[in-house]
């Protein structure tokens, strides 16, 4: 079996996770959430974005969460970027990265960043090249990869163009998204053997939304294709506010029990991990969606009684 050695986890929680959520966290909330995250052995965090408030209230707070955090250790933070507007922010806020957000679906483009999917691409231009010229590494998403809300079925063909133009306009790396969450093991397979074609194998990130309980297998299906590269979020938090439906992205605590079981190295401390999923669902006043951090939280409780 073709697994990579170490996998990389990006944890999307503060912000996929956040975006959607109705109650409005506090800015302390919101810092705690990422030192937690950081201190459980998460390098990669996205923090928070820097779009419209009115179109994402739950993010008009990341100035202000950013400028408060104290990591204790080193950790990449990033942001999504839209626009120039939201690259200065991100370069005054101290970040080591920026994402910028395509889509694989026309409408779907439309209803998220109110362009075309050729427009957004030249909006992007001038923030991709201004941000490498600063040494940040660029991101690209490619959003509705294996479906999408409002067109249905997407070729694996317009995924792989989106991910090419990204590439050529200087991102380091492609998270491919299925924002519904209603991709196949064997769909997420030929998605990414398609735009493998194109672009380089290990630039690829894969981002599985949870809607319909296929993303652990979609995952195990791209690692045996040697994607090393998984985006997930604590607790599985998460949505996006512009494709109804869907639910949160795979849970960080589930994918680092599975890649743990298969012997792969995360780096991560899963029982420090749950604590912090534990606290962000109490504070949102809900059950943690994964399963993992459930079970191994029952077991603990049933430990402590016994002894
Ligand atoms: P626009 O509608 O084209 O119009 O915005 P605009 O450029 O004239 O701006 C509209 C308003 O946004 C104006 O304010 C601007 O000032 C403000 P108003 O005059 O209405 O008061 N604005 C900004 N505010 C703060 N920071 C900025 C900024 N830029 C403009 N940088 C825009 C285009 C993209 C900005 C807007 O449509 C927007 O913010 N959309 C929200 C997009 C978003 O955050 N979506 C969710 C994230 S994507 C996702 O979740 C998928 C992903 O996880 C992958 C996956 O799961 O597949 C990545
Ligand atoms: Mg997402």
Redesign the pocket.
């Known amino acids: 079996m073709n697994l990579p050695e170490r996998v990389r986890i990006v944890e999307?929680g503060p912000?996929?996770g956040l975006?959607?959520e109705t109650a409005l966290l506090s800015v302390e909330t919101k810092a705690t959430l990422i030192e937690r995250l950081a201190a459980a052995g998460l390098r990669e965090i996205e923090a928070g974005?820097?779009?419209?408030?009115?179109?994402?209230p739950q993010?008009?707070s990341t100035r202000e969460t950013l400028a408060r955090l104290r990591l204790s250790s080193p950790t990449r933070l990033s942001v999504?970027?839209?626009?120039?507007?939201?690259?200065?922010?991100a370069l005054a806020s101290g970040v080591g990265e920026i994402?910028v957000?395509a889509?694989a679906s026309e409408t779907f483009s439309q209803e998220?960043?109110?362009?075309s999917i050729a427009e957004s691409l030249e909006?992007y231009a001038p923030v991709v090249e201004a941000a490498c010229a600063a040494g940040l590494r660029v991101r690209g998403?490619?959003?509705?990869?294996l479906g999408c809300p409002y067109e249905g079925e997407i070729a694996p063909r317009q995924v792989a163009s989106v991910a090419r133009d990204l590439t050529a306009l200087g991102c380091h790396e492609i998270?491919?998204?299925?924002?519904?969450g209603v991709g196949t093991p064997l769909k997420a397979r030929r998605l990414v053997e398609e735009v493998a074609a194109d672009v380089p194998l290990r630039h690829l990130a894969v981002?599985f939304?949870d809607t319909y309980g296929q993303a652990l297998a979609n995952i195990f299906a791209c690692l045996e294709l040697g994607v090393a590269i998984v985006?997930s979020s604590v607790a599985g938090l998460?949505?996006?506010?512009?494709?109804p439906g869907?639910s949160g992205?795979v849970a960080t605590e589930d994918v680092v029990y599975m890649l743990e079981g298969c012997g792969l190295e995360t780096g991560v401390d899963l029982f420090a991990l749950i604590d912090v999923g534990k606290f962000i669902s109490e504070r949102l006043g809900r059950e943690s969606r994964s399963r993992a951090a459930r079970a191994l939280l029952a077991k603990r409780a049933r430990a402590s009684r016994a002894s």
């Open positions: 999307v912000r996929d975006q959607s974005s820097f779009v419209s408030p009115k179109r994402v993010m008009a999504l970027t839209p626009n120039l507007r939201g690259l200065e922010e994402a957000f889509a998220n960043i109110a362009c909006r998403y490619i959003s509705c990869v998270s491919l998204g299925d924002t519904l981002h939304h985006d998460g949505g996006c506010p512009y494709a869907s992205n």
